[in-house]
């Protein structure tokens, strides 16, 4: 049965900073929020990215050197906190808001 574990708090996990950046670039204005729900493996991912705006659901593009660098920085954080004695986790959701929030929700596989 999967479990959810929240984002630790940690300098280390700033380069989420970064896939924030990325996600927020290819939003359109006024979008309400956007997320990446992404299958991560050792070396390799896979991406849905969507917003949502006025209440519907849209997939902007990010472009290919933006999803490797999502990927990327998805694996690094994925391989540090399993280092670090966390559960290994898959999939996971890293949702952004206006204010400049974001959030990962990682769904473990143990």
């Known amino acids: 049965m999967p479990m959810t574990h929240a984002m630790p708090e940690s300098d280390r996990f700033a380069s989420l900073g970064e896939v924030a950046a990325l996600l927020r670039a290819a939003c359109p204005a006024g979008y309400e929020r956007a997320w990446i729900e ?23 593009d990010t472009g290919v050197a933006a999803c490797f660098r999502i990927g990327r ?22 949702t ?15």
């Open 38 to 60: 992404a299958t991560v493996g050792d070396d390799w991912d896979e991406q849905t990215i969507c917003c949502e705006r006025r209440g519907e659901r849209l997939q902007p």
């Open 96 to 110: 952004i808001f206006p204010d400049g929030r974001h959030t990962l929700e990682m769904i473990g596989d143990e």
């Open 73 to 94: 920085i998805l694996r690094e954080v994925r391989k540090s906190m399993h280092d670090d004695g966390n559960p290994r986790w898959s999939r996971c959701t890293f």
